[in-house]
């Protein structure tokens, strides 16, 4: 197998580490401009506010004259206005956040510390295996398997990642109930799976794991009220959102809603989000309505995000409009007439 320190130095690649601090000084300059932006539109709403106050106020000192009302209702309307560009700049600053904090673990879990020496170590055969032992926050894990296409018997890397203490646990579970296979562990907390025809490789870190594509768009959806639960199935990941303000998961499918991905994934580190999210609409039997537009070429994680989370929001507010007076339609129908 492969030693831990030349895992680790295949990590530390130049393309790497020049990708990670782009993206770290871009998500810190959207940071501060999206912070900016929502100082701005605030000082507006308050301006706003205070003269719809002021109007509200001293109405009834003064005679009725023209245009007061015109002016009343424009005023009211820029308010609303500014509300719904408040709610997208603090979504905007949301998504923002997150990006840059991933970016800055990454680059953590780069620049992390070979653990030892990189000699090998003594390894204990851990048999039963117990899910305690793994108790570290975080692991990179390293898939190896024979190259089949070569007659050499060296083995090739076919996955390399990052995953969350719950992640490690489940995968070595599975594969200690596999025949012929062995879970070892080594004195730095290395975990080991052997089994016909693959390796695999987990070392622990204390460094918390880089947010998720998703978990800026979680971010984004809770500005407006929204919960996201995971799915997805055979490799296809995604979220799915209740039309339903702070539905629980189980309420999110038994009523309209969305699912949300990037092409076939809503799961990856956010610095490696390259397509905008599509957000397809389902009924409540699982039927396809329709997709939102997404947004425009080029945007940013956090423009992304804030975009859909808007249009999400956008859909429910129409939904609830047209239940509202469907309602009322019913009550007025269903009310007895008066003689």
């Keep these: 197998m492969t030693t831990p320190g030349r895992l680790a130095q295949m990590a530390r690649t130049q393309t790497q580490r020049i990708r990670l601090d782009e993206a770290a000084e871009a998500t810190s300059a959207e940071v ?58 603090s979504a905007l600053l949301a998504a923002a956040l997150i990006a840059h904090e991933s970016v800055t673990r990454e680059r953590a879990w780069l620049d992390r510390p070979a653990i030892g020496t990189g000699e090998p170590m003594p390894v204990a055969l851990l048999f039963p295996f ?5 108790d570290a926050p975080g692991y ?11 007659p050499d018997p060296f083995w090739h890397e076919t996955y390399n990642g990052t995953v969350s203490r719950t992640r490690a646990r489940s995968i070595l579970t599975a594969w200690s109930r596999q025949e012929q296979t062995y879970i070892l562990r080594d004195a730095h907390g290395r975990l080991y799976v052997a089994a016909p025809a693959l390796r695999i490789e987990l070392v622990p870190t204390d460094i918390a794991l880089p ?29 799915a959102v209740s039309l339903t303000q702070e539905a629980s998961e189980e309420e999110t499918y038994e009523g309209p809603h969305f ?38 070429a080029g945007s940013t994680l956090a423009e992304d995000c804030a975009h859909i989370a808007g249009a999400v929001a956008q859909v429910a507010r129409r939904a609830f409009r047209e239940e509202t007076v469907d309602f009322a339609r019913s009550v007025g129908k269903d009310a007895p007439a008066k003689d």
């Design 32 to 89: 501060r401009d999206a912070q900016l932006r929502v100082q701005q539109v605030d000082q507006a709403l308050d301006h706003n506010r205070a003269q719809q106050d002021k109007q509200a106020k001293y109405s009834a000192c003064y005679p009725p004259a023209e245009g007061k009302e015109d002016e009343r209702a424009e005023l009211a309307e820029a308010g609303l206005r500014l509300e719904r560009e408040h709610q997208y700049a």
């Design 211 to 239: 947010h998720s594509e998703g978990d800026a768009l979680r971010a984004a959806l809770a500005v407006y009220g929204f919960s996201a639960y995971d799915g997805g199935e055979g490799g296809f990941t995604s979220l």
């Design 130 to 134: 117990a899910k305690q032992i793994v």
């Design 259 to 296: 699912l949300i991905s990037s092409g076939e994934h809503a799961d990856r580190p956010a610095s490696q989000h390259d397509d905008v999210w599509g957000a397809s609409l389902y009924d409540e039997q699982g039927e396809y309505v329709t997709t939102l537009d997404g947004a425009p």
């Design 140 to 150: 990179t894990i390293t898939v190896l398997r024979p190259n089949s296409d070569s």
